[in-house]
């Protein structure tokens, strides 16, 4: 039963968010037959708002730079219309399929009427921009001198973060789809407040619910809502995982039966060594420098194909083995 309450944007869309990753990890499309009808209520139920998406209880939680929350509840209300028309086309669905893909062409243009004027964001917080480049929210035509607005937002605000729990979810990997692969590296290894490693120097072991819930000179932040043991900055791993060391699931081929291995090395880190325990065995992606040199380890489970990619722009597809190359 929903309340006044339910339905939190990026909150309650997990209804949608969970089952899609599920499926990319495991490949069973039980995952999504088994939810599907839940999923459509949540669909029905969010109709009652017109175009205007979920609740908006929360926003980008704990950011240092405040986006509308309604924004953030638009730009969702299209991406859980983008991942009910992938169910309904896995799960064989063309008539539910097409339905959902008219919704989010609807979604897209209300937001472009509210949120664009002179071909910019009228909200133009790092969260803003994020979400509308990642849910492809913005003109085709137009969508580079986004990713250059992006980009400086970021320099602009010396190379730190100022987003809070939904912006930084996807943060780096949103940065890296757009080819801001350094960018990534800076944010990653910023030892300023906010950063990640603001918190480890600040004596962090675990991942904490707010960036400066302990400093070395202020002490504990305010007990009522200070959790030192939290899911949502922890989501820079799957970008550690994914693009640092280049380990990803194909859409077509769930579960990593095949894989995508396209590694970014960087020498300010040094080294990477990853391992994904996958249904269908472990996959390990491992690179590090010797002087000018970067040497890649790669261990492929039998079954399994792993298309590579290095950035040298060579190309290997391999299986069921252990594999060493360098450049």
Known sequence: VFTSHSGNAAWGDADLIVPNKLYEMYGDTAILEEHFDSMEYYMQYLEQYGLEGPNTAYGDWLNYDVTDKRYIAVSYYAYDASLMKKFCEILGKPERAEYYAELRERIVSHFRCRYIENGDLTIKT??????????????????????????????????????????????????????LHSLCYSLLLQTRDPSWLYSVRQGATT?????NSYTLERGFGDVGMNSFNHYAYGAVFDWIFGVSSGIKPVAADPAYKTVEIAPHPDKCLGWADASIESRNGNVRSYWYYKGETVYYEFDIPAGVTANVQLPSGKQYTLSGGSYRFAE
């Open 207 to 211: 991942v904490w619910e707010r960036w």
């Open 126 to 179: 790092q969260t803003a921009y994020l979400l509308a480049l990642a849910f492809d929210l913005v003109p085709a035509e137009d969508r580079d001198s986004y990713i250059k607005k992006l980009e400086q937002k970021i320099i602009d605000n010396d190379y730190t973060l100022s987003t809070g729990f939904v912006g930084t979810g996807i943060l780096n990997q949103t940065l890296e789809k757009l080819g």
